[in-house]
């Protein structure tokens, strides 16, 4: 079964090569993941996040500070919210995970006021998808199409909830 994922992979990725030049930018995030299900069919993209409330994002940043505070750290790009976080967890490494979001949340109120992004998925514009399947050279290329095609990836090998890739559009 998995030579013959292989296989297929490698089959379709070897066909999609000379149509990537003519394709045009998709018009959303949603269309981007399904022309990147349609050129990778073997590798089982599916979407696992999407579009969030504020709640929710510092329930999954709160989520991941307390499971791995370095690896929250790497994931999210230095910005005085994200040191914000961090000083809070750092000084009540006792409060809950409910306190935490709390705390959270009204630390992204008070960056968005101030104009920061905090994620894309608050405005719609990102999806988190499982981890592709396939050898690191098949990844990379899924990536590089991912890139071609106007979006960023992030690879979150160590999230709480799973490993899974961040796409921004």
Same mark, same amino acid.
């Given at each position: 079964m ?11 990725e ?12 998709p018009?959303?995030?949603d269309?981007?993941i ?16 999407? !579009? ?6 510092? &329930?999954l940043m709160? +989520? /991941?500070? *307390? @499971?791995?505070r370095?690896?929250?750290? #790497?994931?999210?790009r ?7 976080m961090?000083?809070?967890f ?5 409060a809950t !995970?409910?306190?935490?979001s709390?705390?959270? &949340?009204?630390i992204? +109120? /008070?960056? *968005? @006021? ?5 994620? #894309?998925h ?11 399947i396939?050898t ?22 160590? @999230?709480?909830?799973?490993r ?6």
């Amino acid at each position: 079964m998995l030579g013959q994922i292989k296989d297929s992979f490698v089959r379709y990725e070897d066909k999609t090569v000379t149509s990537h030049q003519t394709q045009t930018r998709p018009a959303n995030i949603d269309q981007l993941i399904l022309t990147i299900q349609r050129e990778y069919p073997a590798a089982g993209i599916r979407i696992t996040g999407r !579009a969030r409330t504020i709640r929710r994002q510092a &329930e999954l940043m709160a +989520q /991941r500070i *307390r @499971a791995n505070r370095q690896e929250f750290l #790497n994931t999210y790009r230095a910005a005085p919210h994200i040191t914000e976080m961090d000083q809070w967890f750092t000084q009540n490494r006792r409060a809950t !995970a409910a306190q935490t979001s709390v705390e959270f &949340e009204r630390i992204i +109120q /008070r960056a *968005r @006021a101030r104009g920061a992004i905090i994620s #894309n998925h608050l405005s719609d514009t990102a999806r988190d998808i499982s981890w592709p399947i396939g050898t690191n050279q098949q990844l990379d290329a899924i990536e590089a199409r991912i890139q071609a095609l106007g979006a960023t990836v992030i690879r979150e090998p160590n @999230a709480a909830g799973g490993r899974h890739w961040h796409v921004d559009w």
